[in-house]
């Protein structure tokens, strides 16, 4: 079912490349143009470095998930071609490069082959949203991990995309346990996300859901997410027009898989109803709310989201 691992190819003809025009380089005798900038750069902070290792070291404070792994051992297991089609059969990518997911990764390149690959500018963005699922030195706590992973194996209860691993001591499973395990718990309190301010959801947020005015086609959020897994802002009770205490607390729950802490382009609460043209999501079956990112009420969220406890500005605009 898996293993293989057609999706690879793409990177395979991109390091040919920059292989052959090294050597072409050198044949042509052009050897220390090439090999002169790397070779230049290199050695002068190494040396510089190497009296003082260990003092360097110290000094950057706990190791943080580590790039150059990530991109060799966890993004492969992402782009991996199971051969099949669906929950649990699909590359994740395919699921997750899409708008209506959360972990969205960046589109793909194509090679002209047939094969496809990310730039290393677009792993690094890979990198920070996927590091977001992780927590530092414990794959056990990790979302990343845990949600493909088999319930019987201690995996978690909800994942749309399907179970991938049987269990943890499958090939994907380690080598993404590796990678976060390397990591030191308290490199995670330094970057820490910030905390999102429930009461300013529960008395100014909220209330965006029940105002129909600003939406293109006349519907509050409310008509339409008033239940399941985009219920965030659930159904009232006859005879009462706001969310109670708890009522908010799990509308919160359920809107906070569309909001990543420091991140309002990257939360789908702020990107899905926004227009396309200025960082929206493509599709949004809702419309749009938002017209652009200096939309007063946009800017609001995007304060909120950063952690911050914003003026509410909801109803007077
Ligand atoms: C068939 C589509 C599909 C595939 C394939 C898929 N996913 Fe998902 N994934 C989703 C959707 C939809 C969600 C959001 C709903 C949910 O949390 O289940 C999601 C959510 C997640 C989350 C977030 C869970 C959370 O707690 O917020 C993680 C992490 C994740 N997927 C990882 C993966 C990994 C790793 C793979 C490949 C091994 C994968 N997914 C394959 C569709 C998919
Ligand atoms: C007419 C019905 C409708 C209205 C009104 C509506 N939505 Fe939606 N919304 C949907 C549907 C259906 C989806 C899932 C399909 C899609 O992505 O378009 C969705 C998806 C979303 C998502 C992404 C959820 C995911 O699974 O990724 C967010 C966030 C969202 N809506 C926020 C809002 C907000 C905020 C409002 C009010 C400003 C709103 N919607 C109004 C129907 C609606």
Redesign the pocket.
Known sequence: MRSRIDWNHGTLPAIGMAVLIAVSHVGTGETRSVVTPTAGELPVPLIAAHPSAAAAAAQQGPAALDYGVYKERVEP??LRDRGGY??GL???V???VQS????RLQPLEEDGSGGVYWTDEQSRRNFDVVSA?VAPGEPEES??LM??LELSAGG?G?????K?WESRDEADWQAMAAWVSAADPRSASAEAAPEVDFEFFRTCVQRIFQDREQVANRMECAACHGSG?RGFAQDLPEGRDFWNEQESRQNFELLS?FIEPGDPLGSRFLTHPLDSHDGGDNYHSGGRRWHSQDDPEWRMLAAWVNGDTPQCVVEDR
């Open positions: 297991v992402l669906g929950p699909s590359a994740c395919t699921c997750h209506g997911t959360p972990m699922l979302r990343l949600a493909p978690s909800f994942h749309v995309g399907g991938f897994v898989r």
